[in-house]
T-cell receptor, first 114, second 113 residues
Framework: DAKTTQPPSMDCAEGRAANLPCNHS???????VYWYRQIHSQGPQYIIH???NNETNEMASLIITEDRKSSTLILPHATLRDTAVYYC???????????????FGQGTTLQVKP | DGGITQSPKYLFRKEGQNVTLSCEQN?????MYWYRQDPGQGLRLIYY???????QKGDIAEGYSVSREKKESFPLTVTSAQKNPTAFYLC????????????FGQGTRLTVV
C-alpha cells in the first residue's frame, strides 16, 4: 500500500496561506490523493482530493507535482478554526471492485496563531 | 439529514466483556469502514465492507468482529480477545470506488476498566 510522509507540525499566522506538504513517492497511477482534517475528538472531515491535476474547492487548493510523488494542500487564508490535524492519504484501489481503502499516516498538526 | 451516526459517543465496559459499537448510515453508500485511533496517533483500519454480506480484514483486525447484514449498518464487536481495547473508534462510509470521498461519523470513545 502506498504511504505518505508529512511533517509532524506546522505553524501559520492567521490570515496567511497555510501550505501543507505531503510526500507519496510510491503512489500508483490509479491511486488518488485525499486530504482530511481532524479537530480534537471529532471524526475526520473531508477537504479535497485529486489524481494528477490541481484541484480547488471552497475550502482549499491541492497542488500535485507532475510526477505525482508529492502534493501540497493550500488553505488560502487560514483562520483560528483551521487549527487541526491534517491527513494526507492515498486512497488505495482494492481488487476488481476498486473500492478504496483510506490508509492514514500520522498527519500534520497545524497551529494557526493570531 | 443524511449522514453517518455512531452510538454511543462514550462507552465504558469491564475487562473481559464483549462490546458492540453501532454505525448506521442513510447515505445509500455501499462501502463502510471501521478505524481505531489511539491518543496522538493516526487512524488504523480494522475492517471494511464493500457490499452487504461481505467484509475484509484491515490492518488490525485481531480481537474484533463485524457483520454487514444490511446496507445501512456495520456494527463492530470488540471482543475479550482484543488486548488493548481502550481507544477512539471511527466509522466511515463511501460510494464504491476511489474517486469519491468517505464520510466519517463522530466516533465512539471506548474505555475498558
Amino acid at each position: 500500500d502506498a504511504k505518505t510522509t508529512q511533517p509532524p507540525s506546522m505553524d501559520c499566522a492567521e490570515g496567511r496561506a497555510a501550505n501543507l506538504p505531503c510526500n507519496h513517492s510510491t503512489i500508483s497511477g490509479n491511486e488518488y490523493v485525499y486530504w482530511y482534517r481532524q479537530i480534537h475528538s471529532q471524526g475526520p472531515q473531508y477537504i479535497i482530493h485529486g489524481l494528477k491535476n490541481n484541484e480547488t474547492n471552497e475550502m482549499a487548493s491541492l497542488i500535485i507535482t507532475e510526477d505525482r510523488k508529492s502534493s501540497t494542500l493550500i488553505l488560502p487564508h487560514a483562520t483560528l478554526r483551521d487549527t487541526a490535524v491534517y491527513y494526507c492519504i492515498v486512497r488505495v484501489a482494492h481488487g476488481s471492485s476498486n473500492t478504496g481503502k483510506l490508509i492514514f499516516g500520522q498527519g500534520t498538526t497545524l497551529q494557526v496563531k493570531p | 439529514d443524511g449522514g453517518i451516526t455512531q452510538s454511543p459517543k462514550y462507552l465504558f465496559r469491564k475487562e473481559g466483556q464483549n462490546v458492540t459499537l453501532s454505525c448506521e448510515q442513510n447515505l445509500n453508500h455501499d462501502a463502510m469502514y471501521w478505524y481505531r485511533q489511539d491518543p496522538g496517533q493516526g487512524l488504523r483500519l480494522i475492517y471494511y465492507s464493500q457490499i452487504v454480506n461481505d467484509f475484509q480484514k484491515g490492518d488490525i483486525a485481531e480481537g474484533y468482529s463485524v457483520s454487514r447484514e444490511k446496507k445501512e449498518s456495520f456494527p463492530l464487536t470488540v471482543t475479550s480477545a482484543q488486548k488493548n481495547p481502550t481507544a477512539f473508534y471511527l466509522c466511515a462510509s463511501s460510494i464504491q470506488g476511489i474517486k469519491t470521498e468517505a464520510f466519517f461519523g463522530q466516533g465512539t470513545r471506548l474505555t475498558v476498566v
